[in-house]
């Protein structure tokens, strides 16, 4: 179809709502992005682009500046509490970079704002919508109603979208909380530790390094609720002594970043002229690092079946059949994974380690193209068409 004649309207400004916006846009669709947020502002610690995430922002033109701001990972390491080999990446490992949040959503919002297609209006809470293109917001204590042709529902986990059509949502109450911090320290790059306390990985970012840690050990969980960072530090350099540095570069509680796992899962995508992107349609665990990524593809495929079907309808649809059953797999294995790295029981630890992975990693082959979802070069060709 020809989006020349579109009116899109992308509920949320983040990764994959921006990256929506910016596709469309440049694809001849007049596109209005409502974000939240009343200024743009640094968010978040650093996030991991795996190699489909990179083509999708490659094809928009991205590509150097990602290059110049993150840093090349080469694979993931998952090591014990003594930090004891337990799964080598995978040879070749595919691309992958780090960079931080704050770098990544400077980098798209200045592009959305060269973009004369696009339109931004920050301040904007969405309060209402309808199955016709219809959403109402909040700007400045005003009430505004916008109409669009497309209404695409980018706005994460607890999405106004999502809630105001039928999309058969099941919100899964959170689950562990993660914390994650960027400090001015060098540590062990690309390794994973899955230890008694549970999960802590460290990647180089952006000059210093990118740390993250499982909560549901019930010393972190006491840890937190007293917000007590000596006893978070305590923990931790029980369980796991490469963490000493890093958590010891924390200068106050407040500097780290605490999130629970909420998990969303849709039955359908699309609502008449409602569609959703990212968290709002499939929030899932973090352990495949696949949530931002996954999102940037869903912008990439929701162009590519706009652009090849005759009608709206015809290419929304078209689009959920083929994103729906290749996120449900990431989701599931996502979901698997996490389970398996926050065993407590030490048998049951020590039958993860030396009998459960080795196997996995002798007869599970290449898990990669169910990572990916899309071949990384379809993803670079459609923005780049």
């Not at 090591?79 to 931080?100: C, E, G, N, T």
């Not at 994973?192 to 840690?213: L, M, P």
Request: glycine share 10%.
């Amino acid at each position: 179809m020809n989006l020349s004649q579109l009116h899109v309207l992308v509920v949320g400004g983040a990764t994959g709502g921006a990256a929506t916006a910016l596709l469309l846009a440049r694809a001849g669709a007049r596109v209005t992005v409502l974000e939240k947020v009343a200024q743009p502002r640094a968010v978040g610690a650093g996030i991991g682009l795996a190699e489909n995430g990179l083509a999708v922002l490659e094809s928009i033109g991205l590509g150097p500046a990602i290059a110049a701001r993150g840093r090349a990972v080469d694979g993931l390491a998952l090591v014990d509490a003594d930090s004891r080999l337990l799964l080598a990446p995978p040879r070749p490992a595919p691309r992958m970079r780090m960079i931080r949040r704050s770098d990544l959503q400077g980098l798209l919002l200045d592009a959305l704002a060269a973009e004369p297609r696009a339109e931004r209006q920050f301040g904007a809470e969405v309060i209402g919508a309808e199955r016709d293109g219809r959403v109402v917001a909040r700007i400045d204590g005003r009430v505004v109603e916008h109409r669009a042709d497309l209404v695409v529902g980018a706005d994460g986990v607890h999405s106004q979208i999502r809630a105001a059509g039928e999309f058969g949502a099941r919100v899964r109450p959170p689950g562990i909380a993660y914390l994650r911090a960027l400090v001015d320290v060098e540590a062990a790059q690309g390794v994973e530790a899955w230890t008694g306390a549970g999960i802590f990985g460290s990647f180089a970012v952006g000059g210093g390094t990118y740390f993250y840690a499982s909560a549901g050990a019930r010393a972190c969980r006491r840890a937190i609720a007293a917000r007590d960072l000596e006893a978070l530090r305590a923990v931790w350099a029980r369980a796991y002594p490469p963490s000493i540095p890093l958590l010891a570069a924390v200068r106050r509680f407040d500097d780290l970043i605490f999130n629970r796992v909420t998990r969303v899962e849709c039955r359908r995508w699309v609502d008449g002229r409602l569609v959703l992107l990212g968290d709002a349609a499939h929030a899932m665990a973090p352990n495949l690092g696949q949530g931002a990524n996954s999102a940037l593809v869903d912008a990439a495929v929701l162009l590519d079946e706009l652009r090849r079907a005759s009608d709206l309808a015809t290419g929304l649809d078209a689009y959920q059949r083929r994103r729906r059953p290749a996120v449900r797999r990431v989701a599931r294995a996502a979901g698997s994974m996490g389970a398996l790295a926050e065993i407590t029981n030490p048998v049951a630890r020590w039958l993860r380690d030396r009998l459960l992975l080795p196997l996995a990693a002798r007869l599970g082959g290449d898990a990669t193209s169910i990572v990916m979802q899309e071949p990384p070069a379809t993803l670079l060709a459609i923005g780049r068409a």
